[in-house]
């Protein structure tokens, strides 16, 4: 029987969408940094551009031939930036150019038999990954959670495809900025600050007395 890891604390048994979306979001967040930290130490001595070519590379692996617009289109990046990272793998003998039987003009990018090599390698290493981190996860445990994950993915795609490219163009919320205080400049004129004025007593009997 498998050892069976602790159930998480996030959401509990019950709870309703309303708490359930904000915990989903944070677990979600957590999930990416946590992936990017994993790719980052397998980059190791890499640049953020080979990072990149390698990404358009597994997405080709998996989805088969196509066009460098439905790359740029499938990855949300702009054209001209997959067109360079693709001419670059063409280059390293990673992809090439194959005529599009649909349009004798255009050309689609499919994997070499170098760049199958490089991706076998990758999904291995992910594979023993993902294999330690489900290690204590019996297999209806996997099963619904592969199923769900997709189920996720999924709808997360139909969003993206919905908001189309001027939900991209959007910027990211402004940081709020907190106010310095201002640093008096040497020899500026410091501003007045009024003193109080002394209350006067109340006149008292003798006092009226002498005034009169």
């Known amino acids: 029987m498998p050892h069976h890891a602790p159930a998480a604390t996030g959401a509990a048994p019950g709870a309703r969408r309303g708490d359930l979306l904000p915990v989903l979001g944070e677990e979600v967040a957590r999930s990416v940094r946590t ?4 790719k980052s130490q397998d980059a190791r001595g890499s640049t953020e551009a080979d990072r990149a070519m390698h990404t358009v590379l597994l997405v080709v692996a998996h989805t088969g031939d196509q066009r460098v617009g439905e790359l740029a289109e499938r990855l949300g990046t702009d054209p001209s930036t997959i067109s360079r990272q693709t001419a670059e793998l063409v280059r390293q003998g990673l992809l090439e150019r194959r005529r599009d039987p649909d349009d004798g003009r255009a050309s689609r990018l499919a994997v070499t038999a170098a ?31 592969v199923r769900l994950l997709t189920r996720f993915t999924d709808g997360l795609e139909q969003v993206r495809t919905e908001a189309g490219p001027a939900a991209a163009a959007q910027p990211c919320p402004a940081l709020p900025r907190t106010a310095q205080p201002r640093t008096a400049q ?12 002394a209350a006067h007593p109340h006149p008292t009997a003798s006092t009226e007395q002498e005034n009169a």
């Open 35 to 38: 992936l990017h930290a994993l």
């Open 115 to 145: 760049g199958r090599a490089v991706v076998a390698t990758t999904l291995e290493r992910r594979h023993e990954r993902l294999a330690r981190a489900v290690e204590s996860w019996d297999d209806d445990e996997l099963g619904t959670f």
């Open 186 to 197: 040497p020899g500026a004129a410091q501003p007045r600050i009024a003193q109080p004025r």
